[in-house]
Structure formats: structure tokens, C-alpha cells
């Protein structure tokens, strides 16, 4: 901070070259550069947006040489943030894309001059997609994980590719060989066909992605690869999903990394079809056959786990009398899923028909597989009330409740709502779930429990049976953690990232949107750090480059900073303070 008289003389000599009346008594200025994250060079026409209580202008342009200025701001916290095409969204404070952004807590008639803003290039990656006979693949699509938002990219006359956009990191690309079986008499009626959450159109028989095996359609979905058309003897070909380079599984492939700016090339992916097979039978239900009804077939890796990022292999729907056939299914080990109807983000209506869901084990050879009968059960039931302690007025519209299966299934999360009466009650497919809840008025939730029995931050096991008395408290003292890092020199570090996590590893592993018992803070401008509303128990508090932000999580980077770090206990509405210092993180 500087003092006001100083502010337009500064402002001028780095370059701002604004000229603006004096402030008004009570009011600051706040003022930096847009800056090249990787040359630092300056970054002209950025626009820059400034977040906070004053009644500023919210928006300016960064100047020619990449300078900013808002002034007449008032007194408060405040967050800096700019963009410009072609590069990724960047807020003061940052030092790599991923790293959590920093306040500026500006105090009456001060003015805030360094507020640098880093941003940094999107990078691309871009190759060929070809058959076994080095021929391109035409109009097929090219994924990546993890997902990124944006159109689908789908490969050119010359079988060529270019993710684009892409934020620096490490990702999987991969091209994912999907296909359906619809009854002829399905096609025939033109009718949509619910693939996983997809829909798409079962075009007319002839269609160049549709390929007619006796009284059965073999669809190719969602712009995977074409179909083959079968042998004389009967057997079809199809393409497996591959990952880069020529994986069959994920835990095979080889990650493309890229940095800023970074346009990758050459991540070719070539695609060998193999002999398919035939997977068929009848899916029951409760009270008989279930007709028009999606069967999904979900593969295992050689180590037994799914490979469910959303899509299935192979999937077919059931005709008038229940029976299905699934076409060109590769051989390997599956999971046949279904869940009928599919579950809403929100959850199942009240009123609406009972869910019914299925998830066998089978395994898929040579030969077809023929006359299996899959039965769907009526899915269990979650229902579940919030209480609210002490006199606080949190109104039922104001929580956000989040239900997040750990395990691979036919959804991941579900939000359901709270009624007049703070009740929710939802179908839910069998599996291990982590539940929690969030008001967004400021206040926080304390403890999650089923029949008197402590789930918070836990994985809640929900086998067949309903579960009907889950309990959710808010509103109650939280525990904190607060405290100060410094440097080995005993300087404030600005730079560090404070991580709180459970000493017991079983909650290490598993990615979950908000773990509770994993959770981390980007130090303040001043030093200082808080975290809120951690479950009690014993904990793990150490600090971490900035620059390890991103993949903290990272049981074998929780490992090594177990080994260093200050090991404390919260009980319920404890606040603790725990001052740090930071150190070189090193992963074994």
C-alpha cells in the first residue's frame, strides 16, 4: 500500500498513463498490469473485472502497454480477475492456471499498484486418426481426459484432429468406439434412442452409420467409428475404444502433456478392428418384462476396474417383449447396467414411477452369449431431513445438497431439493456415496448420520434396502483452522498454499467433488490462512508450493507431506490456530 497523495505519480511512472480526478475522501485506487504468464511480457486490451462491495465501474480495458487502474474504490476485499481471447481466465495472485487467486483487502484512502494479472496462452493438440490400413478415419470424434467443455471434435477428410482451447496439463486422448443395437422395427418408426443420457436418432436402414444384422440395427453413436460390415461366416468387426498411443484401457495410455501455448502435434491414433460378439437375452422386471428399456454394457480393464468416464461399449434396447441383442461386443469383462428411468440430476419426482436398476457381472468370449436373463430390482430409497440448530433462519431453497457416488455408475451426482418441511427423498442406484450439505446464506452444516450413527465426510454404503432416516445438522459451531505461514526466513509467504488433511489414508483415495476431510486455502496477501467446517477429528496441516496446488490430492504427494507436517485434533466447534512455516516439497 502506498499513500493516496502518491497514487497518480506512481500510476504515471509504470505506465498506466490514465489521467483521473482525485479520489474521493474515504475511496482508494487499485492498479496493475496484464502480464504473459510464461514471458511476463505485457498483455494490451485485456478487459479486467474487479469484484467486491464498492459501487466502482466493474470493468476496464487494459491500456496499450497492459496497464489498469479503477479508482473511487471504497474501503473492503476485493478480487481482481482478466481475460482475452486465447487465453485462459486469469485473477491477481495466480502463478500457474490452476492455482487459487488472491484478495486485496484495501483499507480508506489507500491505493493497491501491484495488482499483476497473469495469463497464460491456451495450448492445442492436434493429430490423425487412421484405420489399420493407415487410411483416415473421416467425421470420427476425439475425446480427452479430463473433459473439457466445448463442441465435439471431430476428425476431417484427411483424418485429422485439433483439440484446441486446452488449459496447460496433462491429458489422456482417446477415440471412443461406441455402438447400440435398436430393433428393425425401432429404425423403422424413426424413433430417438436414450443412450446413457445421449440421445440419438436411429436413422432410416442405409444410413453409412448403421449397419443391418437380421432383425437388428448395429448404430455407431455419437460419431464413433463405422461399423464393419460382417464376415462371410456371420462375425462382425468393430473398432475398440483406444487412448493414445494404441491403449485399450486407460490405465494403459500415455498422457500428452503441454505448457502454455504448446500446439502439439502428432498424437496420431491408430484403430485395428477385432472380432466381436453377440450378447443377448431378456431384461425383467418386477412385474414382467421390460420393454424399451436401455442395457448397457460398461468394461473392466485388466485389473477388474470399470471403465465408466460416462459412455458404455456397447449398449441395446429391449424390444416390445423385453429382449435385447447387443451387436459387436469385444471380448472382455463387462459390468450390464441399467437404471430405468434414468435419474435426474435432482433426483426421482415424488409420484413419479418406482427406478429399477440392474448391474451384473458377465464376461465375454469367442463365442455369442445367448438366453441371459437380467433382472431389475426396484432401486433403494433415500430419504433424508435437515435440522437446523439454534435460531438461525436458513430457508429450505438456500441448501445445496450434494449425493456423490465414489464408485462407478450410471450417474455421479445427484443435487436433490429440500421441501417445505427440510425433506428430500430419492431413488438411488446401490453403491458407496459421500452426502453433504451447504447453505448458501453464510452458515454451514456440522454432522451427516444414519440412525445415530456419524457418516460425516465418510462413505455411506446404500445396499438394497431403503435407507429412511439419514440426518443432516446445520447450523452449529464449526471448527476452524486459522494461523499464519512464513518463510524460512521468517518473512510472510504469500506465495503458499495451506492443505488440512484426515491422518487416516482410507480418505486419501477416491476423487470427490468436495471432500470434506481433504481441504486447502491459497494463503492471503497478508499471510494468513482459514479453513471452516472440517468434520472433527485429526488432521494433517502442512503448506505447499503454489504450484503444487493442482494435484494435491495426489496420495503419493499427501504421503510426503504427511511426513513433515503439524498433526492436530479438532473437536466440534473448535477453532485452532496453527502458524506454519513453508518448505520444498519433496515427492519420493
Known amino acids: 500500500m502506498r499513500p493516496l497523495s502518491q497514487a497518480f505519480c506512481v500510476l504515471a511512472l509504470s505506465g498506466a498513463q490514465v489521467i483521473t480526478p482525485p479520489p474521493s475522501p474515504g475511496r482508494g485506487v487499485i492498479a496493475g498490469t496484464v502480464v504473459d504468464g510464461v514471458s511476463g511480457r505485457p498483455i494490451a486490451d485485456a478487459v479486467v473485472t474487479l469484484t467486491g462491495p464498492g459501487d466502482v465501474a466493474p470493468r476496464v480495458m487494459a491500456s496499450p502497454e497492459g496497464s489498469f487502474v479503477f479508482t473511487n474504490v471504497p474501503g473492503g476485499r476485493y478480487q481482481l480477475t482478466a481475460e482475452k481471447f486465447g487465453y485462459v481466465r486469469g485473477s491477481f495472485g495466480r502463478t500457474h492456471p490452476s492455482a487459487s487467486p488472491l484478495s486485496i483487502d484495501l483499507a480508506a484512502d489507500e491505493q493497491f499498484i501491484d495488482g499483476s494479472i497473469a495469463l497464460w496462452k491456451f495450448a492445442s493438440i492436434s493429430g490423425r486418426v487412421v484405420d489399420e490400413y493407415g487410411e483416415p478415419l473421416v467425421g470420427v470424434a476425439v475425446e ?312 460425516t465426510g465418510e462413505p455411506l454404503t446404500i445396499a438394497e434396502a431403503d435407507v429412511p432416516d439419514l440426518m443432516i445438522e446445520c447450523g452449529g459451531e464449526p471448527t476452524r483452522l486459522t494461523g499464519t505461514v512464513r518463510n524460512a526466513r521468517g518473512d510472510i509467504d504469500t506465495r503458499a498454499t495451506v492443505v488440512a488433511f484426515s491422518v487416516d ?21 497478508s499471510g494468513t490462512f482459514a479453513l471452516a467446517n472440517l468434520p472433527p477429528g485429526e488432521y494433517f496441516v502442512s503448506t505447499i508450493p503454489d504450484e503444487t496446488s493442482p494435484s494435491w490430492q495426489d496420495p503419493a504427494v499427501l504421503a510426503a507431506l504427511s511426513r513433515s507436517a503439524t498433526r492436530v485434533t479438532l473437536k466440534a466447534g473448535e477453532t485452532r490456530v496453527v502458524n506454519l512455516r513453508s518448505g520444498t516439497l519433496r515427492v519420493q
Open 505 to 525: 489414508i482410507r480418505h486419501w483415495a477416491g476423487a470427490v467433488s468436495q471432500p470434506q476431510r481433504l481441504v486447502n486455502a491459497r494463503v492471503s496477501a
Open 144 to 455: 480427452m481426459l479430463p473433459t473439457q467443455s466445448g463442441p465435439v471434435v471431430t476428425t476431417d477428410d484427411r483424418g485429422a484432429y485439433r483439440l484446441f482451447t486446452l488449459r496447460p496439463g496433462s491429458y489422456i486422448v482417446m477415440v471412443a468406439a461406441r455402438v447400440t443395437t435398436v430393433p428393425i422395427e425401432a429404425v423403422r418408426e424413426r424413433s430417438d434412442v436414450g443412450l446413457g443420457g445421449a440421445a440419438v436418432s436411429a436413422t432410416a436402414l442405409g444410413d453409412p452409420w448403421n449397419v443391418q444384422v437380421g432383425d437388428s440395427a448395429l448404430i455407431s453413436s455419437n460419431r464413433s467409428p463405422i461399423p464393419l460390415a460382417p464376415r462371410a461366416d456371420g462375425r462382425l468387426l468393430v473398432y475398440e475404444t483406444t487412448f493414445y498411443p494404441a491403449a485399450r484401457s486407460r490405465s494403459q495410455a500415455q498422457a500428452v502433456s503441454v505448457v502454455a501455448g504448446e500446439e502439439r502435434t502428432g498424437v496420431d491414433i491408430q484403430l485395428r478392428p477385432v472380432p466381436a460378439s453377440t450378447v443377448s437375452g431378456r431384461l425383467m422386471g418386477p412385474d414382467g418384462p421390460l420393454a424399451r428399456t436401455t442395457v448397457r454394457l460398461v468394461r473392466a480393464d485388466a485389473s477388474g476396474a470399470l471403465e465408466d468416464f460416462g459412455y458404455e461399449t456397447a449398449s441395446a434396447q429391449t424390444d416390445a417383449n423385453g429382449g435385447f441383442t447387443a451387436l459387436g461386443v469385444p471380448a472382455g469383462a463387462y459390468s450390464i447396467r441399467v437404471l430405468a428411468p434414468q435419474i435426474a440430476g435432482t433426483g426421482t419426482r415424488p409420484g413419479a414411477p418406482p427406478a429399477l436398476w440392474a448391474n451384473d457381472a458377465i464376461t465375454v468370449g469367442g463365442a455369442d452369449t445367448t438366453d441371459l436373463v437380467v433382472r431389475a430390482r426396484i432401486a433403494p430409497r433415500l430419504t433424508a431431513r435437515v435440522v437446523v440448530k439454534g435460531d438461525r433462519v436458513l430457508p429450505p431453497e438456500s441448501f445445496e445438497l450434494i449425493v456423490q457416488a465414489i464408485d462407478p455408475g450410471p450417474f455421479r451426482v445427484v443435487n436433490p431439493r429440500l421441501d417445505r418441511e427440510y425433506r428430500f427423498s430419492t431413488q438411488i442406484a446401490p453403491g458407496r456415496y459421500l452426502i453433504a450439505a451447504y447453505p448458501s446464506t453464510g452458515s454451514w452444516c456440522t454432522s451427516v448420520s444414519v440412525a445415530g450413527v456419524d457418516f
